[in-house]
């Protein structure tokens, strides 16, 4: 399957709230836009296909950190 085109969101907060954002998300050991995320997904109950696809995209996520070198 082809990945999906990705969009950027940009989020219009005060720096203070943003910084607590980040700091609970990073609590659960996820990245705000993870954070951001589940909760939309908790929000969208009544939207399954909306769910499905979150649940999708946090399960393909890379892991947060520096990617792997691979050794040949």
Do not use: C, F, W
């Not at 399957?1 to 720096?15: C, F, G, N, S, Y």
């Not at 607590?20 to 998300?25: G, Y």
Request: aromatic share 0%; no cysteine.
């Amino acid at each position: 399957m082809a990945e999906a085109k990705r969009e950027r969101v940009q989020l219009d907060i005060p720096t203070r709230i943003r910084d607590l954002a980040k700091s609970a998300a990073s609590r659960r050991g996820l990245h705000l836009v993870e954070l951001v995320l589940v909760a939309l997904q908790h929000e969208a109950k009544e939207d399954p296909e909306l769910v499905r696809l979150i649940k999708d995209e946090l399960n393909t996520r890379r892991p947060q950190g520096r990617p792997a070198v691979k050794e040949d």
